[in-house]
């Protein structure tokens, strides 16, 4: 899958990025990213915390115009948080590459899962 999306043009990849939903919001997301937040906290924000998550996730896109990514498995809302505001400070090129290896993580965790009888 990874070598797919590699050898993809980068329009392709940009579709990919931005047909992932924003992270933590309560849009409709598949069980897998359900399963996945939830196993995070981000379904259990404080108002907060919810508020500060729409704010930054919106900063993100207005900057880099495809959603935060992030493979949340083994991870938790406050370093979920922090990396979402370090990651707005870098520059479109970079954070475009940092976002598919992201998509490369979450597959990987998926597949794992899968393997593992997990899902």
Same mark, same amino acid.
């Given at each position: 899958?990874? =070598?797919? &999306?590699?050898?993809?043009?980068?329009?392709? $990849?940009?579709?990919?990025?931005?047909?992932?939903?924003?992270?933590?919001?309560?849009?409709? &997301?598949?069980?897998?990213?359900? @399963?996945? $937040?939830?196993?995070?906290?981000?379904?259990?924000? *404080?108002?907060? +915390?919810?508020? #500060?998550?729409?704010?930054? @996730?919106?900063?993100?896109?207005? !900057?880099? *115009?495809?959603?935060?990514?992030?493979?949340? !498995?083994?991870?938790? !809302? @406050?370093?979920?948080?922090?990396?979402?505001?370090?990651? %707005?400070?870098? *520059?479109?090129?970079?954070?475009?590459? +940092? =976002?598919? #290896? $992201? &998509?490369?993580?979450? =597959? #990987?965790?998926? %597949? +794992?899962?899968? &393997?593992?009888?997990?899902?």
């Amino acid at each position: 899958m990874s =070598a797919e &999306v590699a050898a993809a043009s980068t329009a392709e $990849q940009l579709a990919l990025l931005r047909a992932h939903p924003d992270l933590g919001t309560r849009a409709k &997301v598949s069980p897998s990213s359900a @399963n996945e $937040q939830a196993g995070v906290g981000l379904d259990r924000l *404080t108002a907060e +915390e919810f508020d #500060r998550l729409l704010r930054l @996730n919106q900063d993100y896109k207005d !900057k880099f *115009t495809f959603p935060f990514l992030y493979a949340v !498995k083994g991870s938790d !809302k @406050n370093a979920i948080l922090a990396a979402l505001e370090h990651r %707005l400070a870098s *520059t479109p090129d970079a954070e475009f590459h +940092e =976002a598919l #290896r $992201q &998509v490369y993580r979450i =597959a #990987r965790f998926r %597949l +794992e899962s899968i &393997v593992e009888g997990q899902t």
